[in-house]
């Protein structure tokens, strides 16, 4: 299996800050990886699909990057409602699926 | 609008089983690519199967043998047949469409829990 590591496990930021949070995959898998948020006792929600393609209707100030190995989701200002878990995903072959173990973007 | 409602979740013993049903509107199952993702009380998220448009499914190691996935196209309806339960099956369970095609999950339901106890 592929294994995705998130790090960091939590982040303090204020509002306004400039975040970065980065996936590291196991072996390669292009550009196919997803981000999501996730607030406590609701459903996922789509950031960023293909590694930097952003989700319709999702504000402009999430962006994505990356390929290979490596990838990191930005968010360029801290708002209120950001605070939540996120989670990247990986979907190199659809038998393989995997999900970082989250990251945890908590008020400083 | 795009609604996904799950269904069929309950308290079961250890060796039984349970089908989930994830009832869609606002789009057709049967030409989207679709998913079950779980997530154990405190946990992350795992995915646990998908069924192609084209009726192709896909498990997770974790489940493989003991769930099932399908559809009811006339219902436009996703289900999860879970059989030989486990404690570690204990999950919140969402279904979960891909419209893009490629893997990411763009509609999510609310979810169902499945509690596996005796």
């Known amino acids: 299996d592929i294994q995705m590591t998130q790090s960091p496990s939590t982040l303090s930021a204020s509002v306004g800050d400039r975040v970065t949070i980065t996936c590291r995959a196991s072996q390669s898998i292009s550009s196919w990886l997803a981000w999501y948020q996730q607030k406590p006792g609701k459903a996922p929600k789509l950031l960023i699909y293909d590694a930097s393609s952003l989700e319709s209707g999702v504000p402009s100030r999430f962006s994505g990057s990356g390929s290979g190995t490596e990838f990191t989701l930005t968010i360029s200002s801290l708002q209120p409602d950001d605070f939540a878990t996120y989670y990247c995903q990986q979907y190199n072959s659809y038998s393989l699926i995997t999900f970082g173990q989250g990251t945890r973007l908590e008020i400083k | 609008e795009v609604q996904l409602v799950e269904s069929g979740g309950g308290l079961v013993q250890p060796g039984g089983s349970l089908r989930l049903s994830c009832a869609a509107s606002g789009f057709t199952v049967s030409s989207n690519y679709m998913s079950w993702v779980r997530q154990a009380p405190g946990k992350g998220l795992e995915w646990v199967s998908v069924i192609y448009s ?19 196209n006339s219902k436009n309806t996703l289900y999860l047949q879970m059989n030989s339960l486990r404690a570690e099956d204990t999950a919140v369970y969402y279904c979960a469409r891909d419209s893009h095609g490629s893997g990411s999950n763009d509609y999510w339901g609310q979810g169902t829990l499945v509690t596996v106890s005796s």
């Open chain 2, 54 to 72: 084209g009726g192709s499914t896909y498990y997770a190691d974790s489940v493989k043998g003991r769930f099932t996935i399908s559809r009811d």
